[in-house]
């Protein structure tokens, strides 16, 4: 479930502060962050909260790998690798043997589907006041 955002930035745009400001936006929420810059235009972020252990069982972690791009004023961030194994083990599981997981699993699929927005409003945020600094 792959999705795409795509943000006009001014000619002197600064992407290692863009990524920073986001892995730092992220990690006060409760995520595990990686974030790297790929190259000079390039960066990817891979954001995971509550991924493995009860919570794959459960369907309950969240996460999605974000790759930032710059292409002339455009800055574009695909969104790729999203945690749904988790959530498809526990809708088999709670199908199968008890309803609890099946349940956890459908909040699951529900937070991760927000994931894409979630991750975008924030990046148009940071982007948008980092336009308003300069």
Do not use: H
């Amino acid at each position: 479930m792959a999705s795409t955002l795509m943000l006009n930035i001014p000619p002197n745009f600064d992407l290692n502060q863009m990524t920073t400001r986001v892995k730092d936006q992220f990690m006060s929420q409760g995520f595990s962050v990686s974030a790297a810059m790929v190259s000079k235009n390039s960066s990817r972020i891979v954001l995971d909260k509550g991924c493995g252990g009860i919570n794959m069982l459960l369907g309950m972690g969240q996460g999605i790998t974000a790759t930032c791009t710059i292409n002339g004023n455009c800055l574009y961030v695909n969104y790729s690798d999203g945690d749904w194994t988790g959530k498809i083990i526990g809708l088999a599981v709670g199908w199968l043997l008890c309803l609890i997981p099946f349940i956890t699993a459908i909040i699951g699929c529900c937070t991760q589907a927000g994931l894409p927005k979630k991750v975008s409003n924030e990046i148009s945020m940071i982007v948008s006041s980092m336009q308003n600094v300069e």
